[in-house]
C-alpha cells in the first residue's frame, strides 16, 4: 500500500475562501484604466491601456470592475482576484521552461496550470508521489480513470481506494511535462489537484522565502 499524505487543512479549503490564483494571468488589483497584474505567478506589475509586457500580456482596457487583456490575439476579461491560463505558445515560450510561484498567507504555494489541456487549480505538495486529483475532477478533464490499476492509499482521512493513471500532459506556467503519473481518488473530497513528486521530480526547485522557482530538467 502506498503511502500518501494529504495535507488535512486542505479538506477545509470548500468552505474557505480561495486564495488568489497565481496563474498565467492574475489580476491584484484595477484602476480607471490601469490594472495591477501576476504573469506567471511573478511580482505584481502595474500595466496602463495599450502597455504590452515582454510575456506578450497586453491590456486592452480597465476600470474598477474589470480589465480586459489580449494574448496572442484572444481577449479575456477578468475581475480583481481572478486568474486565466493561457496556452504557453501565447507567450512565444520565452520563459525557458521556467515558472515563479508565491506563496499564500498560509505558506502554501497555489497556481493555475493544465491537465491534458484544460485548465485546473493546483496546489503544490512534496509529501504526494504523484499528481493526486478527484474522480469528480478526473471525469470534468476527460480522463478515464478506470482503466487504471486499482489500489488503495493511505490519507489523512483514512485509506481509500485510487486507481492510478498516466496523464499525457501537464502543464504549470511556462512548463509541461509529459506522460506523468497520478492517482484519482474515489468522490469528491480533494477540492484541488494536488502537484505531486511525479511532476515535481522532473524540476529543479528553489524556493526563495515566499517564492519557489521551478525549472524543467526533463
Same mark, same amino acid.
Not at 51 to 71: C, H, Q, Y
Not at 124 to 151: F, K, P, Q, W
Given at each position: +500500500? ?25 489580476? =491584484? ?130 485509506? =481509500? ?50 517564492? +519557489? ?6
Amino acid at each position: +500500500m502506498q503511502n500518501l499524505r494529504l495535507i488535512p487543512a486542505l479538506f477545509l479549503l470548500a468552505l474557505a475562501p480561495a486564495p488568489a490564483s497565481a496563474g498565467d494571468i492574475n489580476v =491584484v488589483g484595477l484602476f480607471p484604466n490601469k490594472a495591477v497584474v501576476s504573469i506567471h505567478g511573478g511580482k505584481p506589475r502595474t500595466l496602463s491601456v495599450g502597455e504590452s509586457t515582454p510575456e506578450g500580456v497586453r491590456l486592452i482596457s480597465a476600470d474598477s470592475d474589470s480589465a480586459t487583456f489580449e494574448v496572442g490575439g484572444k481577449r479575456q476579461t477578468l475581475a480583481a482576484g481572478q486568474g486565466a491560463a493561457v496556452a504557453t505558445t501565447a507567450f512565444g515560450g520565452g520563459g525557458g521552461g521556467t515558472v515563479t510561484l508565491t506563496a499564500d498567507a498560509r505558506g502554501h504555494f497555489f497556481t493555475t496550470g493544465s491537465i491534458n489541456g484544460n485548465t485546473v487549480r493546483f496546489m503544490v505538495d512534496t509529501g504526494a508521489s504523484s499528481v493526486v486529483l478527484s474522480s469528480t475532477e478526473a471525469r470534468r478533464l476527460g480522463v478515464n480513470y478506470l482503466s487504471g490499476a486499482r489500489g488503495r492509499s493511505l490519507t489523512a482521512n483514512g485509506v =481509500v481506494a485510487v486507481y492510478r493513471v498516466k496523464l499525457d500532459t501537464v502543464r504549470v506556467g511556462d512548463v509541461t511535462a509529459n506522460n506523468v503519473d497520478a492517482e484519482v481518488l474515489e468522490g469528491d473530497r480533494l477540492p484541488i489537484v494536488l502537484l505531486g513528486m511525479s511532476f515535481l521530480n522532473r524540476m529543479e526547485m528553489k524556493r526563495d522565502g515566499v517564492t +519557489m522557482t521551478l525549472t524543467k530538467r526533463y
